[in-house]
């Protein structure tokens, strides 16, 4: 009976320590950095990524801008569509009717 509880143990601890072999394979297979037991990146370390979350913060950064301004300008068109002093349409009527009565 010790025997096969020894076994079991032995055969568990092989279990575990090959799953945590292929956890790490697949994740440096899949360029995921290895990380320590506190969570803590080790090789290979990923400068790439960190280059790339840098690059694209800043372009959302200028995104963000950019569709801010686009919507202050909507705005403005908003506001002058819906004006009840925009005619524009009667307007030029008004021009071309005078333009045929010279």
């Given amino acids: 009976m010790e ?3 020894e076994t079991a143990i032995i055969v568990g601890v092989a279990i575990m ?3 945590w072999i ?3 394979w697949m994740r440096m297979k899949m360029g995921y950095p290895l990380e320590n037991s506190w969570g803590k990146a080790i090789y290979p370390k990923n400068d790439q990524a960190v280059e790339r979350v840098k690059l694209l913060t800043q372009e959302n950064a200028e995104l963000r801008a950019e569709l801010g301004s686009m919507k202050d300008r909507m705005a403005n068109v ?3 569509v819906t004006d009840s002093g925009y005619h524009l349409t009667s307007e030029i009527e008004q021009l071309r009717d005078k333009r045929e009565a010279n």
């Fill in 3 to 5: 025997f096969l509880s």
């Fill in 17 to 19: 320590t090959g799953g």
């Fill in 22 to 24: 292929v956890n790490s």
């Fill in 78 to 80: 908003e506001r002058i």
